[in-house]
């Protein structure tokens, strides 16, 4: 064999190897690659989570924003279609977890809840939900399938969500202006306010969980957070937006906007775990639900109308 033969020979041993060395990488790499585990993959998919979060969040807050400030009434529609829509997962829910609620009678209160509070007031949601219960009460007497549970949920159903979202609308109305979005806007991000504080400082320093059983996630740190947050965005409405509410008040209304609000957090974790389900629907992408968006919103939203009702700022 000639020289040139003999370089030639081994020059292809040694692509040879390698070729074998880089197919051997891939297989030990098939399973992790087949899985999403590899490093690349890993980075790709959180990127495209993130955009896709951040994406429809914009849209979300865009949207929310122009309703606000464009007077009672596009705030008014905005909120009977949220609250429709979080009706609809809240009955979602329940019949995963072996319910059968009257979705008909459930969803048109919950369209009602939200024009009623704008042109009617307090006692014409009474009266709604006089209505509701009455409606509810006929559907058990001549259907016999029914049952008290299936009542229970078809009339909690669009009281928790669209009356509870209904304070928005209540808030809202005291001022056809800027000042009326400016309040109802303030009391919205002191709720988001109190969610990212409490996310962050969780995070980062949470070390004694919350509420275990229901969700895991949340800390004492991160929920004492959280309440820092809603104070910090209500005393700066009380400076900027509503010159007649006191720092002492400002401060109260801070800490109980934020407990109702995590109180309505817990409430509707606790329902999605007693129905096996991680997020109440997925009409906003990468956040699961409208319901999962605005549980804390819920609650939180009606202690703040009440606190400035009784406070004399409405």
Not at 106 to 131: C, D, E
Not at 192 to 201: G, N
Not at 254 to 270: C, N, Q, T
């Amino acid at each position: 064999m000639t020289d040139s033969s003999r370089k030639r020979t081994e020059k292809n041993a040694g692509l040879d190897r390698q070729i074998a060395r880089l197919e051997g990488v891939r297989a030990s790499r098939e399973e992790a690659r087949a899985s999403g585990n590899l490093k690349g993959q890993r980075v790709r998919t959180s990127a495209e989570k993130l955009l896709t979060r951040t994406t429809s969040g914009a849209i979300y807050a865009i949207v929310t924003l122009a309703c606000l400030f464009a007077g009672p009434i596009t705030t008014t529609v905005l909120v009977a279609a949220e609250a429709w829509l979080c009706c609809s997962e809240f009955f979602r829910i329940c019949r995963m977890g072996g319910r059968m609620p009257n979705e008909i009678v459930g969803l048109a209160a919950a369209l009602l809840f939200p024009p009623v509070a704008l042109w009617g007031g307090l006692l014409a949601l009474t009266l709604v939900i006089f209505v509701l219960l009455m409606a509810c009460a006929c559907w058990y007497v001549f259907a016999p399938r029914a049952n008290v549970a299936d009542v229970a949920v078809t009339a909690f159903g669009p009281i928790y969500t669209s009356l509870a979202f209904s304070a928005i609308v209540l808030v809202r109305k005291y001022d056809p202006g800027v000042d009326g979005a400016l309040v109802a806007l303030a009391v919205m991000l002191s709720i988001m306010a109190s969610d990212a504080f409490a996310y962050f400082v969780g995070s980062a320093i949470g070390a004694h969980k919350l509420a275990p059983r229901i969700s895991p996630n949340k800390s004492v740190e991160g929920f004492l957070g959280g309440l820092v947050g809603s104070v910090l965005v209500w005393i700066v409405i009380a400076l900027l937006v509503v010159g007649e509410m006191g720092i002492p008040m400002a401060a109260l209304c801070g800490l109980v906007v934020g407990v109702a609000g995590v109180i309505g957090d817990l409430f509707e974790s606790r329902l999605k775990r007693g129905a096996g389900v991680k997020d109440s629907g997925n009409i906003l992408p990468g956040h699961g639900g409208l319901l999962d968006r605005s549980d804390s919103m819920l609650f939180g939203g009606v202690a703040a109308y009440f606190l400035l009702l009784f406070g004399g700022i409405l």
